[in-house]
Structures are given as C-alpha cells and as structure tokens.
C-alpha cells in the first residue's frame, strides 16, 4: 500500500503550496536585505476557545490569560489591518489555538479575507455548519487536523463524543463536493495534516486508508511536539513501534518525518542560510485573539516578541516599525547562533532553500527545493 503525503507528488495538477513556495522564491530574489512593504503571508487566530481538547494540545496553556477574561479578535480591527496591507500579501491563513470555527464572527471573517486574497482555514472541521457554502467554496485551502480514522480512537485524543467522528466525515465530505463543483482552472486544495500523538500513532494505517477515502489532495504526518513543555512526544519505545508499522505497511513518508523533529542534530543542520529570511525579509505576520502581532511561530506565545498591537496601534505604526526592525534583529540573532527552537518552528527550512532559490534561473531550481516543511501552511 502506498500512501500519499506532501512530501510525495500530488494527485492533483494544482500544489497550491508549490505555487506560492514559487512566488515567494521569486520575491525575495529581488532585494535580499528589504523587509518587505507587507508581510508574505498574515496568519490570523481569532479566539482562544476550542471544541475539543486534544490529549497532545497545549493550548489551554498558552492561552490561559486570553480565556478570562475572553479576548477575541475584533473585526472591525482586522478589517483596518486588511485596508493598508499591500497586494504583496499573497494568503491569509485562519487558525490557533484554539478553533477558528468557535469564533462568533467567522463567516463574516472568512468573507473579509476572501475578498482580499487567497485564504485557508486550519481547523479540525467538526463544527462547520455555521459557515455558509459560499464562504467555504471561496477558501483556497483546507488543513484539516486528523487526529483518527476511527470512534473509538477519536474519543481517545479530542474527549469528545464518538457520534463528532461522523460529523466530522459528513463535514469533510462537504468540503470535497464543493471543491469538485469549481471550474478547474479555480485552484483548491485540501491538505490532511494527521497528528501522531500517543493515542493514535498504532492505528496509523487505519487513519491513512479513511483518508484515502475520503478524497483529500494531500497528506502530511506531522509528529506532536512538546510545546509549553507539556510532555506529549512519542516516547522513544513508541517510536520504534511507530517505525516498525511504517516499514511494514510501506508508509514511505514516514522516515524522514521522524527523523525530521526528533533529531537535534539533523535539524540544527538545517541552519546554514546567513539569516532567518522568515523574519528578516517580513514573510509572516501572525495576529493573535488579543490583537498582538509576531513575526516567527515559536515566539508568538510571548509578548517580549510583539512588534505591535492592532487594537491600540494602526497597522502602518507596527509593520516596518522601530520595534518591528528590533524585534527582527534579535531573532535572526537567536538564528545566526543556533539558538532557534526548530520543533516549534515551520519556516527555518525556507531560509536555506531561499539562498539556493536566490542562484536558480528557473522555476524548476525553486520546485526541487520545495519540502513539504517550507510550506508555509503545514
Ligand atoms: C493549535 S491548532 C489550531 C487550529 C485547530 N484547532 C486545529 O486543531 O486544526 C494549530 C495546529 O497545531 C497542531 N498542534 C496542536 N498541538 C500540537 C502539538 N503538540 N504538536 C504539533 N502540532 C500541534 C494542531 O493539530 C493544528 O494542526
Ligand atoms: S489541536 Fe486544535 S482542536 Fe485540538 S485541542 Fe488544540 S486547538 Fe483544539
Ligand atoms: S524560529 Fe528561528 S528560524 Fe524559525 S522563524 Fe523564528 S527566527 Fe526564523
């Protein structure tokens, strides 16, 4: 049996992903020093409050102080932000922790960002429903958070009742007819990214085949992490076991994902471009439930690395800012030393491949450097 997984070609013609790896690439050959007039790429989360509580998330954690009182994002806020950002933003991804969906506003959420440019939700898709099809039809991308492929399993790691498994296939097999309704040259993609956690790393085949069947474009198996030093890893023993079933039941992917987060070593290889481009160059913003604005995934649980607020500050006042250029300089100094915490972080791989990137003269150099990993929407 073989199994699809980013790292291996896409069934379909259209590798959303790929596309903007591409532009990206092609972007930051111009000026290699410039922070960009906006960022690449806006990641907005917009409530701290979840439908589930996953056995291997920290987000409770993390957001303890955004739950009482309950910060969420304001609209009016973000569509200020959205005014004055540039067309060099390319997507706008919708996430957490928490779920976006629990967020009162996300239909006219997701409308907003339609509106402005290509859009993808990052949600475990079990309450949808309140989300109209038109919005829906409108995403570019879907990451849907598979944490089973099973009832009993998925009772196991969300707590939630068995009879929220069908739901969530009922809600999937929504997004997959939409998606088949749009002309071709619209492109959509639905990324299945399988959390292997503790409670659901045995049945690994069981969740690869349900998604075979449920239609989804890619698969990316994704290892938890201990993030907020909250002890969810596979446990060395767990690994083995896990490596035992991928050989197997031939699941090809699996290796370099192990490898890829649980070997200091090989990840601290990974720092060999001069600088964090991520950071330098202004690829990402992320703007969390309370307003604040970061600039790389594993800082943006703590305030020390806001380069702004959008509920006190216009968005022209925090992007390209003082702040903004200092907060800059000491995480590419965190990077140059190799001090980054790489588990937590999904951009460190873009920097290398932007150095190669940057000598390519065509779109092929820049597409044999795409991993699944410099997605920026894995
Ligand atoms: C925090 S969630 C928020 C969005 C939504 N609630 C969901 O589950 O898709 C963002 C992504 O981080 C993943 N995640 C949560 N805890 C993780 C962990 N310990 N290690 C790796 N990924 C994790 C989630 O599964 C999800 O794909
Ligand atoms: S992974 Fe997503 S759905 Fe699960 S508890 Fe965390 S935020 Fe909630
Ligand atoms: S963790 Fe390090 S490599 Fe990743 S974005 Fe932040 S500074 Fe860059």
């Not at 498994?165 to 007819?177: A, E, K, T, Y």
Request: proline letters at 3%; charged letters at 25%; glycine letters at 6%.
């Amino acid at each position: 049996m073989q199994h699809l997984s980013a790292s291996m070609e896409p069934f379909k013609g259209n590798d959303l992903r790929k596309v903007l790896f591409v532009e990206k690439v092609r972007a930051a050959r111009g000026d290699i020093k410039k922070l960009g007039e906006s960022p690449y790429l806006v990641e907005i989360i917009p409530t701290p409050r979840c439908n589930s509580r996953c056995s291997f998330c920290s987000y409770r954690k993390r957001n303890a102080h955004h739950r009482t009182p309950l910060r969420e994002l304001s609209l009016p806020k973000i569509e200020n932000v959205f005014q004055h950002i540039s067309p060099s933003t390319k997507g706008i991804f919708i996430s957490g922790g928490g779920e976006p969906t629990c967020y009162e506003h996300i239909e006219e959420l997701l409308q907003l960002c339609v509106e402005l440019c290509d859009t993808g939700l990052c949600s475990n898709y079990a309450d949808i429903d309140k989300v109209s099809d038109a919005s829906l039809a409108a995403l570019a991308f879907y990451e849907w958070s598979v944490v089973a492929g099973d009832r009993v399993t998925y009772t196991t790691v969300t707590t939630r009742m068995q009879k929220m498994f069908d739901r969530v296939g009922v809600n999937i097999r929504r997004v997959v007819s939409l998606r088949d309704m749009l002309p071709q040259n619209h492109i959509q993609y639905l990324i299945a990214k399988v959390l292997i956690c503790r409670d659901n790393y045995k049945t690994i085949s069981r969740i690869l085949g349900y998604l075979d069947a449920l239609g989804v474009d890619s698969i990316a198996l994704r290892l938890v992490n201990n993030y907020e030093d909250i002890d969810v890893e596979l446990r060395s023993g767990q690994l083995e076991d896990l490596k035992a079933i991928s050989s197997r039941e031939q699941i090809t992917s699996l290796e370099h994902k192990l490898c890829h987060h649980t070997d200091p070593e090989k990840t601290n290889r990974l720092l060999l471009a001069s600088e964090c481009y991520t950071v330098t160059q202004g690829h990402f913003a992320i703007i969390d439930c309370d307003g604040e604005v970061y600039v790389c995934v594993p800082s943006s649980t703590d305030r020390q690395w806001s380069i702004g607020n959008i509920n006190v500050q216009p968005w022209h006042e925090i992007w390209g800012s003082e702040r903004h250029k200092d907060v800059v300089e000491a995480l590419n100094c965190t990077y140059t030393k190799g001090n980054c915490k790489l588990s937590g972080c999904r951009h460190f791989n873009f920097n290398c491949a932007l150095e190669r990137g940057r000598k390519g003269k065509d779109q092929d150099v820049c597409l044999k450097d795409f991993q699944e990993m410099l997605g920026a929407f894995i």
